[in-house]
């Protein structure tokens, strides 16, 4: 069975830059599509953005411009670069892979924006 685990989570400063990594432990284009979610404290859990196996990316309204998904094929890597960073992206971030009706996901990573 494919895992995902997820990395580079962390505190960093209003403003600031970070990214996220999601390995998978088996190819990467085993999934059909892969998302990133996100959930802050007390609330539900929302969908950050989707690569397609095309390389096709799509991103909730209020993540456009700022965030940026992209994968290494080779490395078996989904990424997930935020930039401008504010205290309400605080969150665990999720990574989900698709395969048909089957959904892996890893165990999130903590992103705290804070000063």
């Known amino acids: 069975q494919v895992t995902l685990v997820e990395s580079g989570g962390g505190l960093v400063q209003p403003g600031g830059s970070l990214r996220l990594s999601c390995a998978s432990s088996g190819n990467i284009f085993t999934f059909n599509a892969m998302d990133w979610y996100r959930q802050a404290p007390g609330k539900e859990r929302e969908l950050v953005g989707t690569?397609?196996?095309?390389?096709?990316?799509n991103y909730a309204e209020t993540m456009k411009g700022r965030f940026d998904i992209s994968r290494d094929n080779a490395k078996n890597t989904l990424y997930l670069q935020m930039n401008g960073l504010k205290p309400e992206d605080t969150a665990v971030y999720y990574c989900?892979?698709?395969?048909?009706?089957?959904?892996?996901w890893g165990p999130g990573t903590l992103v705290t924006v804070s000063s």
């Open positions: 690569i397609a196996s095309s390389g096709d990316t």
């Open positions: 989900r892979g698709r395969m048909g009706y089957l959904e892996v």
